[in-house]
């Protein structure tokens, strides 16, 4: 396995160029798009008094140059500059309070550079305030530096009144694993011809006594085991990859083997693949999910709990069976892992919009997913689609759309790998 940490700490060596900064005005939203030369960690934000957008990069150099822009976009002037040695700090000037309403890198493809999109829209004063200081992105500053960047540079500074909700606040964040991060089983230090091939374990959901959601003839159990047969098929083909399945066939298998699984045979990857299902018939598109103590909203707190039920169609009841992962839970190791897990969700968001599948307004979530619960294995759960919704429950049953499906996993899964290997050899 290998860790993140190495790859967050061997970006900031360099300094990643800021080559342009678009703008799109469209009917329900603002997007906002920066041409960068690299893909990295990042955070967006809101702030008033005046009203600001605010974007930390890790150590960037602007060669934008001049921004245009016109009314719709509510931006009335853009400041850079140094945040501290290692983040640099885009303010836009707003003219009246905005919601952001998703940000995301995409990286390159073909000759569309590596880009963060910021998707936002006008707002009221109310919706502003309950909305500000939710973080959108994946950087995480330690907030003593946050304290020494208001004394040095006041003009791109968190007050100290608002640094405590950003700092805190989690919403689809993803922190930076600390210095001293666990490190993990097996590191690759080969030349990337030579790296040894990587173990993703697939772990199709539900099946045997567990048909999951259904709608009618139409089971969950059937449609994940077949994407998952498909993944496997493309991961194989790349030659980069080794790939092992806690089920090939219509078992049921428990939750806290399937954890097991994964830890036997030494995962560098888990990925757990499900179809949701919800009393809104008209709800659609993919969602991932990574592991948390708590929810990132009530709809996924349901889901978890769910998932986590799985077990009782056997007869079995996780929570009491397995005190293994009730005290991983409580073990501070895990957090590198879970902080990994998060970075592989997002490469793997990337990839489902770069392909054109559709997803979620939030689509990387997190809960306390039983499944998910290895300590040393980056883990997430993909909800390929709503079962519920009757078009997409057949669109899921045809073998073109779980191959679109597997490919932009298997996408994600190698813009992963990439970034890890980039970042060893830095």
């Given at each position: 396995?290998?860790?993140?940490?190495?790859?967050?700490?061997?970006?900031?060596?360099?300094?990643?160029?800021?080559?342009?900064?678009?703008?799109?005005?469209?009917?329900?939203?603002?997007?906002?798009?920066?041409?960068?030369?690299?893909?990295?960690?990042?955070?967006?934000?809101?702030?008033?008094?005046?009203?600001?957008?605010?974007?930390?990069?890790?150590?960037?150099?602007?060669?934008?140059?001049?921004?245009?822009?016109?009314?719709?976009?509510?931006?009335?002037?853009?400041?850079?500059?140094?945040?501290?040695?290692?983040?640099?700090?885009?303010?836009?000037?707003?003219?009246?309070?905005?919601?952001?309403?998703?940000?995301?890198?995409?990286?390159?493809?073909?000759?569309?550079?590596?880009?963060?999109?910021?998707?936002?829209?006008?707002?009221?004063?109310?919706?502003?305030?309950?909305?500000?200081?939710?973080?959108?992105?994946?950087?995480?500053?330690?907030?003593?530096?946050?304290?020494?960047?208001?004394?040095?540079?006041?003009?791109?500074?968190?007050?100290?009144?608002?640094?405590?909700?950003?700092?805190?606040?989690?919403?689809?964040?993803?922190?930076?694993?600390?210095?001293?991060?666990?490190?993990?089983?097996?590191?690759?230090?080969?030349?990337?011809?030579?790296?040894?091939?990587?173990?993703?374990?697939?772990?199709?959901?539900?099946?045997?006594?567990?048909?999951?959601?259904?709608?009618?003839?139409?089971?969950?159990?059937?449609?994940?085991?077949?994407?998952?047969?498909?993944?496997?098929?493309?991961?194989?083909?790349?030659?980069?990859?080794?790939?092992?399945?806690?089920?090939?066939?219509?078992?049921?298998?428990?939750?806290?083997?399937?954890?097991?699984?994964?830890?036997?045979?030494?995962?560098?990857?888990?990925?757990?693949?499900?179809?949701?299902?919800?009393?809104?018939?008209?709800?659609?598109?993919?969602?991932?999910?990574?592991?948390?103590?708590?929810?990132?909203?009530?709809?996924?707190?349901?889901?978890?709990?769910?998932?986590?039920?799985?077990?009782?169609?056997?007869?079995?009841?996780?929570e009491v069976e397995d005190e293994q992962v009730a005290f991983i839970l409580g073990d501070f190791l895990i957090n590198d892992t879970?902080?990994?897990?998060?970075?592989?969700?997002?490469t793997v968001v990337s990839s489902f919009r770069v392909n054109g599948l559709h997803t979620l307004d939030t689509p990387h979530r997190?809960?306390?997913?039983?499944?998910?619960?290895?300590?040393?294995?980056?883990s997430i759960l993909i909800e390929a689609g709503f079962v519920s919704n009757a078009a997409e429950a057949k669109l899921l049953s045809?073998?073109?759309?779980?191959?679109?499906?597997?490919?932009?996993?298997?996408?994600?899964?190698?813009?992963?790998?990439?970034?890890?290997?980039?970042?060893?050899?830095?």
């Amino acid at each position: 396995m290998i860790s993140i940490s190495m790859l967050f700490l061997g970006s900031r060596v360099f300094a990643m160029n800021i080559d342009a900064v678009r703008f799109g005005a469209y009917p329900d939203k603002v997007r906002m798009v920066l041409d960068l030369s690299d893909i990295s960690d990042f955070r967006v934000f809101t702030l008033s008094d005046p009203y600001r957008m605010v974007i930390d990069l890790p150590n960037t150099s602007w060669q934008a140059g001049t921004v245009n822009r016109n009314e719709q976009t509510f931006v009335s002037d853009i400041r850079h500059g140094k945040l501290n040695q290692d983040i640099s700090r885009i303010v836009f000037d707003l003219k009246q309070p905005v919601m952001i309403k998703a940000a995301f890198m995409l990286p390159q493809n073909g000759e569309k550079p590596n880009r963060l999109v910021v998707d936002y829209q006008k707002t009221d004063q109310t919706t502003f305030q309950s909305q500000k200081g939710n973080i959108f992105g994946t950087l995480k500053t330690d907030h003593e530096q946050t304290e020494t960047a208001q004394s040095t540079i006041p003009d791109f500074s968190v007050r100290p009144t608002e640094s405590s909700s950003v700092e805190t606040n989690t919403i689809a964040g993803i922190p930076l694993p600390p210095p001293n991060a666990m490190r993990p089983k097996r590191i690759h230090t080969a030349a990337p011809s030579v790296f040894k091939k990587h173990l993703i374990i697939i772990d199709p959901g539900h099946g045997g006594v567990d048909p999951g959601a259904t709608n009618g003839r139409i089971y969950e159990k059937h449609i994940v085991l077949a994407l998952a047969k498909a993944l496997k098929s493309e991961l194989l083909k790349t030659g980069r990859y080794e790939v092992k399945m806690t089920r090939e066939t219509d078992v049921f298998i428990r939750l806290k083997d399937r954890v097991k699984f994964a830890r036997k045979h030494e995962g560098d990857l888990f990925v757990s693949i499900h179809a949701d299902s919800i009393k809104k018939p008209q709800v659609h598109g993919s969602s991932i999910y990574t592991l948390s103590k708590k929810a990132s909203d009530a709809q996924t707190a349901k889901l978890a709990e769910k998932e986590n039920q799985a077990d009782l169609m056997a007869g079995v009841h996780f929570e009491v069976e397995d005190e293994q992962v009730a005290f991983i839970l409580g073990d501070f190791l895990i957090n590198d892992t879970m902080n990994q897990s998060k970075f592989f969700a997002n490469t793997v968001v990337s990839s489902f919009r770069v392909n054109g599948l559709h997803t979620l307004d939030t689509p990387h979530r997190y809960a306390g997913f039983a499944v998910l619960k290895a300590p040393d294995i980056p883990s997430i759960l993909i909800e390929a689609g709503f079962v519920s919704n009757a078009a997409e429950a057949k669109l899921l049953s045809t073998e073109s759309h779980r191959k679109k499906l597997a490919k932009a996993i298997r996408s994600g899964i190698d813009t992963y790998f990439d970034y890890v290997h980039k970042n060893e050899r830095n």
